[in-house]
């Protein structure tokens, strides 16, 4: 495309703009201060409607859980997911990781 075909294009849209905005051929224009002047109905939708409540299926053998966990690994499995996660991340563990000195906002030693 050439610049003058970009100018052109943008004129006659810009040129058109108004027209999107005008009501239809002759329909009135509505009067907000007229008592009589009819409005379309009010509609609510309430934001519960597709509501579906939590339903709680009680706690699970504690047995069966730290079974679980065993069979999975342990804390270490957890962890290593979190490591895993970090390091195929370019950059985003690097600051995480080291603690943050005095100078950068962190905590201080006073008094000794």
Request: contains cysteine; aromatic residues 8%; charged residues 20%.
């Amino acid at each position: 495309m050439t610049a003058r075909t970009v100018v052109l294009a943008a004129s006659l849209c810009t040129l058109a703009l108004p027209a999107l905005g005008e009501a239809p051929a002759g329909a009135r224009p509505r009067n907000p201060a007229d008592p009589a002047a009819t409005t379309p109905p009010a509609t609510y939708v309430s934001p519960f409607a597709n509501y579906r409540p939590f339903a709680h299926d009680g706690p699970a053998p504690w047995r069966g859980v730290n079974d679980e966990v065993g069979r999975i690994g342990g804390w270490k499995a957890y962890a290593r997911e979190v490591f895993e996660a970090q390091k195929s991340a370019p950059g985003a563990g690097e600051d995480a990781a080291r603690p943050a000195s005095p100078a950068q906002g962190g905590p201080r030693k006073e008094g000794k």
